[in-house]
């Protein structure tokens, strides 16, 4: 079994993620990741040396089949205090503007909301579950689509909303975190968007699975190139 709780400690400790003092927003989606992100920081809480809080917080896009249930269950078993924000980003991305492409508006708006209220909770950083794969795939995104390097960083700083975003989970990867919320019980909520599957991110995870059957090093490779390269704040 991969040690996710290692993976999240180096990366909060080689980007300089947590100070002490820090009231953490974890971004709580019900998916894997950011569930998988709120057990592990509530875990590293308890015995790290930087003292910090930590509380969930959730934006509610307002899709039909939104059921808060699962998400105060994953709150519950990390034992951290649970927010949903409901909001009206389904009706203005879907049924107003009839978007046809979604997703960057779709976005944009959870993260404008995301920001205000982690703000009204006395937040100085929002944790968000991104990880490795989501590096990678963002990187060829970029690349393809905006003719441009650069990809997620491990943190960064919104001076418009005075909000410190950090990305506990870059070393892992999917298949890690899928293990890890196996091993935990944690529920995961199923997905309710309906762009889900429908994206460019697919190109992207389709491609980087076509160069892993050149070589099975191609995520090392490419994470050292970033690394190397020091593309969005990464460094050796």
Known sequence: MVNVEGKVRKAIEDY????DGDKIAVALSGGKDSAAMLLT???IQRYYMKKFELIALHINAGFENF?????????????IQLFIKDSDIKQIVFDIRKEEN?????ANLRRGMLNSVA???GCNK????HNEDDVLETLIMNFVYAGKLGTISPTSYMDRSDMTVIRPMIYTNE???RAYARKNNIPIMPKICPEDGKTSREFALNTIKEFEKQTKFAKTNMMGAIKRANISGWHE
């Open 41 to 43: 920081l509530s875990r």
């Open 102 to 106: 979604p997703c960057s508006l779709c």
């Open 119 to 121: 703000k009204e909770q």
């Open 16 to 19: 300089s993620m947590i100070e």
């Open 126 to 129: 929002i944790a968000l579950g």
């Open 67 to 79: 059921d808060p249930t699962i998400l105060q269950q994953q709150a519950e078993l990390a034992g």
């Open 175 to 177: 298949k890690d975190n």
